[in-house]
T-cell receptor, first 109, second 119 residues
Framework: RKEVEQDPGPFNVPEGATVAFNCTYS??????FFWYRQDCRKEPKLLMS???SGNEDGRFTAQLNRASQYISLLIRDSKLSDSATYLC??????????FGTGTRLLVSP | GAVVSQHPSRVICKSGTSVKIECRSL??????MFWYRQFPKQSLMLMAT?????????EQGVEKDKFLINHASLTLSTLTVTSAHPEDSSFYIC???????????????FGPGTRLTVL
């Protein structure tokens, strides 16, 4: 079983739609969680951290449920520029980041 | 934000040759740098953790004699793929953690990646 699992998608949505991605992790000792965005053939870039209390950054909302070992990312009012692969990432300690395979989002006009 | 560069961005080489990839932190000092590999449609996989002035720590299944890592200064780490074969073709990405970074929060800054193609 992969340490961080995501639905690979792709998710095809029209502009303006709301889309949600889910992620599960298996290592209960994981300390911190993040969502990264990766464009095709580019390096991943930090989108936001994920907290149990939930956090929001503009159109993006992230949520962590430690009891269920589940992480979510909600994107409201999707833009064409949101098209990318979204990586769920766990920090397991020992300075290591563990990446999920990513969920691909395609926003169409 | 902190900037990490990689060189070259793209390399094509013949099977059996060695390829060196450089990773530099441009505006901060990095005690720790990480090397990842990403195959198409797969996740980034950590290959090794490189600490300045000491030997790299390799992940299980990564051959240390094939993937030579040198972290000679606080701003430079190099990965050398020795005797490259077609199956080594991949996207290699480095990241760096700032000297001033809170160890409890692993903020890593990623380089733009190097695409290696072995013919």
């Amino acid at each position: 079983r992969k340490e961080v699992e995501q639905d690979p998608g792709p998710f095809n949505v029209p502009e303006g739609a709301t889309v949600a991605f889910n992620c599960t992790y298996s290592n209960s000792a994981s300390q911190s969680f993040f969502w990264y965005r990766q464009d095709c053939r580019k390096e991943p870039k930090l989108l936001m951290s994920v907290y149990s209390s939930g956090n929001e950054d503009g159109r993006f909302t992230a949520q962590l449920n430690r009891a269920s070992q589940y992480i979510s990312l909600l994107i409201r009012d999707s833009k064409l520029s949101d098209s990318a692969t979204y990586l769920c990432v766990a920090f397991t300690g020992f300075q290591k980041l563990v990446f999920g395979t990513g969920t691909r989002l395609l926003v169409s006009p | 934000g902190a900037v990490v560069s990689q060189h070259p961005s793209r390399v094509i080489c013949k099977s059996g040759t060695s390829v060196k990839i450089e990773c530099r932190s441009l505006d901060f000092q990095a005690t720790t740098m990480f090397w990842y590999r990403q195959f198409p449609k797969q996740s980034l996989m950590l290959m090794a953790t490189s600490n300045e002035g000491s030997k790299a720590t390799y992940e299980q299944g990564v051959e240390k004699d094939k993937f030579l890592i040198n972290h000679a200064s606080l701003t430079l780490s190099t990965l050398t793929v020795t005797s490259a074969h077609p199956e080594d073709s991949s996207f290699y990405i480095c990241s760096a953690r700032s000297l001033a970074g809170d160890i409890s929060y692993n903020e890593q800054f990623f380089g733009p990646g190097t695409r290696l193609t072995v013919l």
